[in-house]
């Protein structure tokens, strides 16, 4: 029997998927990303079924973080011990140093056991979500009808189920618990600052409007960036596969130019916005260390004039110093974690959308075929998964009982 008329391209380039479909959609341009409020609230979903073990995550970042910010001020107290001694004729109270360190030295194995605990079960946390994301991706390509198949590239699915939910996984466990620990620590310094000095605690929250400007105007221009990263992968990924799938096609056309400049131009793209985005990341932290240093100079400068009044010990100036830098990192660190959460929720609005996808429906009435005698009538049959782009025109055929016939197309 003759073959239907196919419609060729206007390349005279065959597609190279297999299984059919179009192709040539590698470059098309980047579509809007979904809100990220939206993609946030639908991942928070996913953390619901998991709120006990994030619960106790909670309790030992609590507990850990709060042994850290208490180990400064006791450090302060020993060099308040020493500086006294040495001042005046009593002498070094060894004893009570002896007792300060031994203190010291619980404290931060507690906070160290805390952090380890709360990392293990953080981790087992995001290996049960990407294992259900997984397979949720793997069953929901069971269910696709072959036009979705047909118009996207077998390597973008593909980098869905491996890049996507690789770094979804990889940077929830680390931006969960990095804002944990830093809202809690942030909180937790500023209560021992307010016990050490009201005047020098001010003076330090002076840097905090700088900060959220800087971190604002970051996080709205890296993240078109973070979602373009993504969506890059994803297309480099798919013509690799339908390259390497259609190698023989390629060979067959003389295509391997045309295929080298579509790569090149796509790896092009990629470079290009995982470059920005990771500039912007970087960003962050040296540029908050620098506005961390300018109120690191002035309690400085304001706290030995305080010092020289007698207003304040020097185990407390040397305890606020340390409470500075242990303020202004978090806010560097909630900076960079910013920049992961937005990664994170553009890789999981591509799973997403990829489980969004419409499903084939399977019409019950069509399965009932009754009495038949085994002859096939094709007539004026016209076919596509795209209805603007035909594939089959007209097509009409008669099978009798007993013939083998193959409908065979480009």
């Known amino acids: 029997m003759k073959a239907p008329e196919t419609e060729r391209r206007s390349s005279a380039m065959p597609s190279m998927r297999p299984g059919g479909g179009r192709g040539g959609r590698l470059l098309t341009p980047v579509e809007k ?19 006990g073990p994030i619960v106790i995550v909670m309790i030992l970042a609590l507990a850990g973080t709060l042994f850290n910010i208490v180990g400064p001020k006791i450090l ?24 300060i360190l031994v203190k010291l030295v619980f404290l931060y194995l507690g906070s160290a056991l805390a952090m380890f605990s709360q990392g293990f079960v953080m981790s087992t946390v995001t290996s049960r979500i990407s294992k259900s994301l997984r397979t949720e991706v793997t069953d929901k390509i069971h269910r696709l009808s072959l036009k979705s198949f047909d118009s996207t590239p077998h390597g973008d699915i593909l980098s869905r189920v491996t890049n996507d939910i690789d770094t979804l996984s990889q940077n929830l466990q680390q931006s969960v618990m990095q804002i944990l620990v830093s809202v809690i620590s942030m909180l937790g310094v500023l209560i021992m600052m307010l016990s050490i000095s009201a005047l020098m605690t001010a003076v330090t929250l002076v840097i905090l409007p700088l900060a959220a400007l800087f971190i604002t105007f970051i996080v709205k221009k890296s993240q078109t960036y973070f979602v373009q990263q993504q969506k890059s992968l994803g297309e480099l990924n798919g013509h ?12 067959a056309f003389g295509a391997e130019q045309k295929m080298i400049e579509q790569f090149e131009q796509t790896n092009k793209e990629l470079k290009k916005s995982a470059w920005i985005s990771q500039f912007l990341s970087g960003l962050m932290m040296p540029v908050m260390q620098g506005i961390g240093d300018l109120g690191y100079v002035a309690i400085a400068l304001l706290g030995g004039s305080l010092a020289i009044r007698g207003s304040i010990s020097v185990g407390d100036i040397q305890a606020f110093i340390q409470y500075i830098r242990n303020f202004t990192q978090p806010i560097a660190q909630v900076a960079q974690v910013s920049n992961m959460l937005q990664a994170t929720v553009a890789a999981a609005e591509r799973v997403f959308e990829f489980l969004d996808e419409p499903e084939e429906v399977d019409d019950p009435s069509l399965c009932s075929l009754g009495k038949f005698r085994g002859e096939v009538e094709f007539k004026n049959v016209q076919f596509g998964y795209d209805p603007s782009i035909p594939v089959i025109h007209n097509f009409s055929a008669v099978a009798q009982p007993g013939m083998k016939v193959a409908i065979v197309g480009s």
């Open 33 to 51: 990303a979904k809100s990220f409020s939206a993609s946030g609230k639908r991942l928070l979903g996913r953390l619901k079924a998991y709120s």
């Open 240 to 251: 690799v596969e339908e390259v390497y799938a259609g190698h023989a096609v390629v060979k």
């Open 76 to 99: 302060g107290s020993a060099t308040t011990a020493v500086f006294v001694g040495i001042t005046t004729s009593e002498g070094i109270d060894f004893a009570l140093l002896g007792t």
